[in-house]
């Protein structure tokens, strides 16, 4: 890597960091109203979005969890390890920014005792507590083998299949209470987002923003390290985010269908342009996910999946701030200080993966890229993928 | 007994005596310029909205299974027996849940507090615990806001409407609304003109969320013995495998 682009992206970085450092010093001497745009008219705002979407790109952790060890497809460990590592840097953002948001943040511990089990809320912030703590023993042994202790390392591996089997079902729970909270919103939040099936959403589109992040971040560190995924694990990712993108669009299809919204996509309205922005930037990969041409090279895979991730965010956006903006009867934009510390967490978060990467085994299996080793791989998967299109 | 509220818009004058008894009650700052604010907030619980020759207050409507109690994760709202939805401060986090849930928008936040509360109207509920009427009810002159048992004010609703059918939208708003409030409203001019939807669910808004959270229990025994399950299958195969001395390079 030259070094002015390494020098570039330090200075975006810090200066990122900066900036979130003080708006956090305002959040914490002028309170929510000095700090932020919310109101009374919208209480909830960029920050419950940026939290829907952390937690979603988290998905790629139980997802690969439950492929590689619960269903056994080994060819895929040597994603696991960033995945998880991915899930864990995800709910520590959810974590920070839930703590910045709380109007009390020194009560966050409030639910632990203070039990109320009809409160979707209550459900997150169990999930959060016990997931987090699980992503955290299934990321141990990185680090454990990096110390080289012997023992404890044998004793996480003993208890790891019941630990995954939590990951799993925790995940599945709180990725869809995250879609759950606005089930109670039914005259708030704009039809087109608003559906009894929220839940379901939710949890599918974890699994569609897992798999991409996946993709993502191998081509990321391939740059950065040399290491990625062999090509041939990349293409089998494609392949899998093309279906479950075509599964969940048609999901989101078929339920507009049944609740009789169709005609809504007709009135000249930010919300349909918003609207149309995401399916666009989820409809775009998909198609190009199925052309043998596009999920045979990495770099349409990372073109793809960088849409994809785009796609997310803006549902997650869409949700807590687009379709809740006309029942408001207010026009909320978030102020600078919520954007800096939203963009600070997600600095912190590339910085602390960036360094996890390069300090701990976390791609032990991966291979250095080079010309040779990729290009016959290419070659090999090529004739029985196009078969099978 | 479950205890109501009765407002009837026609016989309001706007005195907006009832707004400050209210402050005076909830020792909260009441001045001209308070009063003349038109919506609810952090510093003023119910308001007479005024339109014309036309009234209406905003208060809670302590609602029959209230939306804010379902949704508040430590249990700081709670719907007493006697009616009124009340708020322990010492144990809200300030998620803003409610506000968020709350279908007529009533919670409101200390928004400039370091240490803020979500403040609304709980229905005068010390006072409706001792047996006293809301100091709302108790102070209007014309008898516009009425406190009593539920049932009885729905019954002297309906007979108002009945007596007199020329004078009244023929509706109970909060009879039905959101699976009933302890809030009744009566008036002559069309709810929405005063910010009432009209389009609110006749069902309690907390089973929407509740249907989703009943399946936590299934997905938890489900899925873990379907997990499990899996493993077991998937890892005999690996075990027999290396039994027979067949694992080969494919499976890493």
Request: charged share 15%; glycine share 6%.
């Amino acid at each position: 890597m030259e070094k002015p682009k390494l020098t570039f992206w330090n200075l975006v970085l810090w200066a990122t960091l900066m900036a979130g450092f003080y708006a956090v010093l305002l959040r914490f001497t002028r309170g929510l109203g000095g700090s932020t745009n919310l109101s009374d008219e919208f209480p909830w705002g960029l920050w419950v979005g940026f939290k829907l979407f952390a937690v979603c790109l988290a998905g790629g952790g139980f997802t690969l969890a439950a492929v590689v060890e619960i269903f056994n497809i080994k060819r895929y460990r040597p994603v696991l390890r960033p995945m998880i590592l991915t899930a864990f840097l995800g709910y520590s953002m959810f974590i920070c920014s839930l703590i910045l948001d709380l109007g009390r943040p020194y009560r966050v511990w409030h639910p632990m005792v203070m039990w109320n089990d009809h409160s979707v809320m209550f459900e997150i912030a169990w999930c959060v507590m016990l997931y987090t703590t699980v992503l955290l023993l299934e990321f141990s042994p990185v680090i454990l083998e990096r110390l080289g202790w012997k023992n404890a390392l044998r004793r996480v591996r003993m208890v790891m299949i019941p630990l995954v089997i939590a990951g799993v079902i925790l995940s599945t729970l709180h990725q869809s209470s995250l879609g759950s909270l606005y089930l109670i919103v039914p005259g708030k939040l704009y039809p087109l987002w608003y559906s009894p099936l929220e839940p379901v959403f939710f949890f599918i589109s974890a699994l569609c923003a897992g798999v991409a992040m996946t993709i993502f971040e191998s081509w990321h560190s391939s740059k950065a390290f040399g290491k990625q995924l062999e090509l041939p694990l990349l293409v089998g990712l494609g392949r899998v985010l093309a279906v479950l993108l075509s599964f969940y669009l048609a999901l989101r299809a078929v339920d507009l269908a049944h609740r009789s919204v169709f005609y809504l996509l007709r009135l000249p309205r930010a919300e349909t342009y918003l609207f149309l922005l995401e399916i666009a930037l989820l409809v775009t990969p998909m198609l190009l996910l199925f052309r043998p041409r596009i999920h045979n090279s990495p770099t349409a895979l990372y073109f793809c999946s960088v849409l994809t991730l785009l796609g997310f965010v803006t549902n997650r956006m869409n949700v807590a701030i687009t379709g809740m903006q006309a029942s408001s009867g207010v026009s909320y934009f978030p102020r600078w200080s919520e954007f800096a510390i939203t963009l600070s967490l997600v600095a912190s978060a590339f910085a602390i993966f960036w360094c996890a990467v390069k300090y701990l085994p976390v791609f032990p299996e991966a291979q250095p890229v080079t010309a040779k080793t990729a290009v016959p791989a290419l070659q090999q998967m090529t004739p029985e993928f196009s078969h099978a299109d | 007994m479950s205890k109501a509220l009765l407002y009837d818009a026609t016989i309001c004058i706007g005195c907006k005596q009832c707004e400050a008894a209210c402050a005076e009650q909830n020792k909260l700052l009441y001045d001209d310029s308070v009063a003349s604010e038109q919506r609810q907030s952090e510093h003023k619980f119910t308001c007479v909205l005024t339109k014309g020759d036309k009234f209406m207050r905003r208060l809670c409507m302590n609602c029959q299974d209230p939306a804010c109690a379902s949704v508040c994760p430590v249990g700081a709202l709670k719907k007493t027996a006697t009616g009124p939805v009340t708020y322990d401060a010492d144990k809200c986090m300030g998620c803003r849940y409610c506000m968020l849930a709350c279908p007529f928008n009533v919670p409101k936040y200390e928004w400039n507090k370091l240490a803020p509360k979500v403040r609304k109207c709980t229905m005068c509920a010390d006072r409706v615990a001792n047996g006293k009427p809301t100091a709302c009810a108790e102070i209007c002159p014309t008898g516009a806001t009425k406190f009593g048992e539920r049932d009885a004010l729905i019954a002297e609703a309906q007979q108002r409407i009945h007596d007199n059918p020329g004078n009244y939208v023929n509706h109970i708003y909060g009879l039905n609304e959101v699976g009933g409030t302890s809030v009744l409203l009566l008036s002559s001019v069309p709810f929405e003109q005063f910010g009432y939807s009209g389009q609110m669910l006749s069902e309690p808004m907390p089973l929407l969320t509740y249907r989703a959270l009943s399946h936590v229990p299934d997905v938890v025994s489900l899925g873990g013995v379907l997990l499990g399950g899996i493993w077991w299958i998937t890892n005999r195969r690996a075990d027999v495998a290396n039994a027979e001395g067949k694992q080969s390079s494919e499976e890493e």
